[in-house]
Every structure is written in C-alpha cells, then in structure tokens.
C-alpha cells in the first residue's frame, strides 16, 4: 500500500543553519508529492509540490525534489529563521485526480535566534 | 486558493454529548474533506463530504459517529457524536483544488472530559 515515513522530530535549530528533514514513500504508479506546513495555532498551508519524478518544488526558500530513484521527497533550506519554527507534513497523492492524501506524521522544527 | 472558515476554533466537551464543526468556504467547491489530526500523529481522512448526497467514509470512520451534512457547494458541517476522551482531536476541514492540492481550514480542536 502507499505509505509516508518522515523523520522524527523535533529538530532544533540555530538561526541560519541548514535545513533537512527526511521523507520517504511508498506508493504504486506515479504519486505527486506535497511538503505541508503547520504554524503554532493555525491550519496547514501548502508549502511545496512536485508530480513527476526530477521535478524540483520550491516555495519560501524551502526545496525538496522528487526523486523516484530513493523514492525520496526531502524538504531543504539553506539559512533557516526562527520564523521557520512549525511542523512540517510531507504527503503524497497517489494518482492525479485523487484527493485521498497520505500525510507523513509531521516533523517539528525549533529554530532559535 | 480558496478561503476556509470553521467554526468552534476549539471546544472543551463533556463525555457523552455531540459537537457540531462548521466549514465555510468563499468560493464553490466540488471536493470536500473532513480530516482529523489526534495529539501528536499525522492527518487521517474521516470522510468525502458530498454535495446532495451522504458522505462517502473512510475505513474506521462510520456515519453514526461522525454524520456530515453538505447541502450546497460552500459548506458543510461535521458532528462529532457521543463523544469519548478518545475523540479528542484536530478536525479539519479540506478542499480540493482543480490542479490537486488540498486546502485546509484553521482545524477545530476539540477535547473531550
């Protein structure tokens, strides 16, 4: 079955430090793949999306390419803000035109100024 | 993106009662979700809110428990019934998009004494 594993948090920072945070998945056919994020006290936004493999998403400073190789979809920064600090939900779509989402368990991000 | 509004934010509950969630979005939308989001663990998907029609569910989730209405293309409303400690949750409201993401609503965080 299709299936997210992400790294486990909370990871903590220092301002300006670089950013990874792990996503793996499993999925039959071709998915597209979504990094999410969750602010203290609001809703999830969506911060990235890729749909074909070597497709590159970026959005705020925030990278992840979709690799079909690995089967990788791992979400960078390269200077991190304290503003930065929420938790992060890598997904995927199993097919296009399915809304059924499978969500990582979320990563929580620190970063301290 | 679309704008989506619930209502309560949040609610403090007693065992035993039901508590009806509310979602409103400013445009018309075919797809609409209901997800829930328990402490410390990913999003799962209760139920497909469809217009004119009963709600299409999730494996584990089944109508009496948590019944939604859908009577036009901008809202909906999830109730949440006889409500256990177990229940206590983020639910969330979702809309699809036409280019396959998924909008998320505020959440309700409800906890149940």
């Known amino acids: 079955g299709n299936s997210v594993t992400q790294m486990e948090g909370p990871v903590t920072l220092s301002e300006e430090a670089f950013l990874t945070i792990n996503c793996t998945y499993t999925?039959?056919?071709?998915?597209?793949l979504f990094w999410y994020v969750q602010y203290p006290g609001e809703g999830l936004q969506l911060l990235l999306k890729?749909?074909?493999?070597?497709d590159k998403g970026s959005n705020k400073g925030f990278e992840a390419t979709y690799r079909k190789e690995t089967t990788s979809f791992h979400l960078e920064k390269g200077s991190v803000q304290v503003s930065d600090s929420a938790v992060y939900f890598c997904a995927l779509s199993p097919s296009s035109g399915t809304y059924k989402y499978i969500f990582g368990t979320g990563t929580r991000l620190k970063v301290l100024a | 993106s679309a704008v989506i509004s619930q209502k309560p934010s949040r609610d403090i509950c007693q065992r035993g009662t039901s508590l009806t969630i509310q979602c409103q979005v400013d445009s018309q939308v075919t797809m609409m979700f209901w997800y829930r989001q328990q402490p410390g663990q990913s999003l799962t998907l209760i139920a497909t809110?469809?217009?004119?029609?009963?709600?299409?569910?999730e494996s584990g989730f089944v109508i009496d428990k948590f019944p939604i209405s859908r009577p036009n293309l901008t809202f909906s409303t999830l109730t949440v019934s006889n409500m256990s400690p177990e229940d206590s949750s983020i639910y969330l409201c979702?809309?699809?998009?036409?280019?396959?993401?998924?909008?998320f609503g505020e959440g309700s965080r409800l906890t149940v004494l």
């Open positions: 890729a749909t074909k493999a070597d």
């Open positions: 809110a469809n217009q004119g029609s009963e709600a299409t569910y």
């Open positions: 979702s809309v699809g998009s036409n280019t396959g993401e998924l909008f």
């Open positions: 999925a039959t056919g071709y998915p597209s």
